[in-house]
């Protein structure tokens, strides 16, 4: 940053950028999340993008929500989103996915605050049991219909436990997360169970969370960015070296010294 590199690289690289952007727009499958950054000692926040063929594309935003969506290829996506529950990317793309890591770690603190109850261990099995059975049938093979019919009524049926369980004791105030878990569940059944029943959707959203966790480093590193520049910056240098490191038939410091060449 001292040298300017981080900005020259992002000069040299816009062109290959846009077409990354391009690229994104037209995958079937997209990820997507965003984290927090620090712009001096504020908050500031960085998007990823990122489809399953490797194309990806780190962008700083002022804020998030709406706002923060613009300008990014989520604006005008018309592919299915995979996402954390966020109800902002509920208004994009053409179908979703919500991410079952997350609720699979929501159902784990369900049993250790609601040990009293059976539908959160029942459900975390069931999911879990899920996902080895998507995880078993082999690339682009449409799963067996009978067993996801079978698995999504046990679905249902655990859905329909919780809602007696919380019937006959209902949830306090000082604890509604997964009372909340559980009716957002049965409101979007068909978006947490949609990689049942398509063989391109995965059953979570851990692609877009590993390449944020790249940023978290580099956030730790820097503390606070003292410029918005700085982020933007940053994040276009590593939509591209990411992206470089992926090839495996190239050397990256051969990459990176080819495009300053």
């Known amino acids: 940053m001292i040298n300017k590199l981080s900005r020259s690289f992002s000069g040299k690289t816009k062109q290959e950028r846009k077409e990354v952007f391009s690229d994104l727009l037209l995958s079937t499958v997209m990820h997507s999340d965003c984290t927090n950054a620090k712009l001096n000692g504020k908050s500031h926040f960085v998007f990823v993008s990122a489809s399953p063929d490797g194309k990806i594309l780190y962008q700083s935003r002022e804020k998030k929500g709406h706002e923060g969506i613009k300008g990014t290829p989520v604006e005008t996506y018309y592919g299915i989103l ?3 529950h966020d109800t902002t990317f509920y208004r994009y793309g053409s179908d979703h996915k919500e991410c ?6 929501y159902l ?3 049993t250790i605050n609601e040990p009293e109850l059976k539908w959160n261990q029942q459900m ?3 999911l ?3 996902i080895h059975f998507r995880n078993g049938i082999p690339e682009n093979t449409i799963p067996d219909p009978v067993i996801v019919a079978e698995l999504e009524d046990r679905y249902r049926k655990i859905l329909q436990t919780a809602d007696e369980e919380y019937s006959y004791e209902p949830p306090s105030d000082y604890y509604r ?4 878990l559980c009716q957002r569940m049965n409101k979007l059944a068909t978006n947490h169970l949609l990689f049942l029943h398509n063989p391109m959707v995965p059953a979570t959203n851990n692609l877009a969370e590993r390449l944020l966790r790249n940023f978290k480093r580099k956030q730790k590193q820097a503390m606070s960015f003292r410029s918005a520049e700085s982020i933007e910056h940053l994040c276009d240098c590593m939509s591209m070296l990411v992206m470089m490191r992926q090839n495996d038939e190239n050397n990256l410091f051969d990459q990176v ?3 300053f060449g």
């Open 100 to 105: 079952l890591a997350h609720i699979l770690r």
């Open 124 to 126: 975390r099995s069931l």
């Open 128 to 130: 879990q049991e899920m």
């Open 257 to 259: 010294a080819e495009i």
């Open 177 to 180: 997360e997964e009372f909340n």
């Open 82 to 84: 995979i996402h954390d």
């Open 108 to 110: 784990k603190d369900s």
